[in-house]
Each structure stands twice: as C-alpha cells, then as structure tokens.
C-alpha cells in the first residue's frame, strides 16, 4: 500500500465515516491524483443523417452510457427505439422486460400528467423498446436524453438498463419519459442499434460513453 492510499485510508473509520482529526494539511501533504472506478470514457459517436439506423459494438466496460442529442424524425409521431443483440449484429431481438412511466405538459399548458404506461412496456418481448412517447417531426421537434446499460459482457447474469428521455410531441407537448429494465439473457451482449419506429433518423447525434 502506498503513502497516499495509506494516508486516505487513515482517514476513515472501520464503517466509512471521515475522521474529522486526520483531515489537515499534513495528512493529505504527498496526494497529487485520486482516481479509481467509475472513470468515463468516450468510446465513439455516430451523427445521424438520413440514417436507417444507428449501431454500436459493446465491449467489456461495466457500464456504457449512451447522450442522445436533437434526434430528429423524418416521420410525424414516431417512436425512438433501441434493440440488442447476441450474436455480433446478425439478429437484434433480445428478450427483454421494462417498465415505462412518463410525465407530459402542453404548450398551452394542458395535460400536466404524471402516468405509467402499459402498452408501451415490455413482458418478455422481443420487440423494440421505446424510449419516448410520440415524437413530432416539425423543423424545431427533436429529443434528447441518456440510456445506461449495465455489465452487457456477462455471461451470468441479466443485463439491466436505464433511460430518460425528453421530446417534443408532435400535438406541441412536453414528453419526459423514465424507462427500465433488463436483457433476459445470460450471454454477452454485442452490440445496441437505435431506430425510429418509422422512416429514418434525420439528424441528431449519439455519443458513446464507457465507465471502468
């Protein structure tokens, strides 16, 4: 163990509490860098154009955290979507199950309500999972938001996610959105695509993001 680490771990209890007395200059003296898990790293980035899809291979990070940034549709009322896959991208239909709950509030402020959603979940599906609700495709309508996933290359367990999205509806609501849920799959994960439920993404950006 080294001076430094010696000198940090001094300054806890046996429980994790922070030992007031040792924090003064003299015990943090020799301490340059303090690094360790949960460092987050840029992996890649992919810029939509007109694009059927957009693809990423995953590796061993334990996390990968996923930035949408002004996703546009070029289809009114659509659903932007990720899948999975096992097999290296041949085939993206992982079984999953998710919960979906989402908030909205109107230009002219109408709605304002907080709500879960059963028919857009996931019960042991296949299927593509949304990640928002009803996305316009006005000229100034896009969506951003983030996506977690969790441990993709184990090969013991399930691999869960989580994902908050916020768009512009395509009837001029406010859409935040909350989702989760896992792979039911012991096997690696390989690689994520993202889609609209219809038509191309015409513009936006998603950047890729691994954490140790």
Same mark, same amino acid.
């Given at each position: 163990m080294g001076i430094a680490t010696r000198k940090i771990a001094n300054a806890f209890s046996t429980s994790g509490i922070i030992q007031s007395a040792n924090i003064n200059n003299a015990s943090l003296d020799n301490i340059t860098t303090i690094a360790g898990a949960g460092d987050m790293v840029f992996v890649s980035s992919a810029t939509a154009s007109s694009s059927a899809?957009?693809?990423?291979?995953?590796?061993?990070?334990?996390?990968?955290?996923?930035?949408? &940034?002004?996703?546009?549709?070029? =289809? *009114? *009322? &659509?659903?932007?979507?990720?899948?999975?896959?096992? *097999?290296?991208?041949?085939?993206?239909? &992982?079984?999953? =199950?998710s919960t979906y709950f989402m908030a909205y509030l109107g230009e002219n402020d109408a709605g304002a309500v907080l709500t879960y959603d059963n028919t857009l979940d996931l019960a042991q599906s296949t299927s593509n999972q949304n990640l928002l609700y009803s996305l316009g495709a006005d000229a100034d309508q896009n969506a951003s938001g983030t996506l977690q996933l969790f441990n993709p290359s184990s090969t013991t367990y399930i691999k869960h996610w989580i994902a908050n999205t916020n768009n512009a509806h395509y009837n001029n609501f406010s859409f935040n959105t909350y989702i989760a849920g896992y792979a039911n799959t012991t096997s690696a994960l390989t690689n994520i695509k993202f889609q609209m439920s219809s038509g191309n993404i015409d513009a936006g950006k998603i950047l890729m993001f691994g954490v140790n």
């Open positions: 899809s957009i693809e990423f291979s995953l590796g061993s990070y334990k996390e990968y955290k996923f930035f949408f &940034v002004n996703m546009h549709p070029q =289809t *009114d *009322d &659509v659903y932007f979507q990720f899948n999975l896959s096992t *097999d290296n991208g041949s085939n993206y239909n &992982v079984t999953k =199950t």
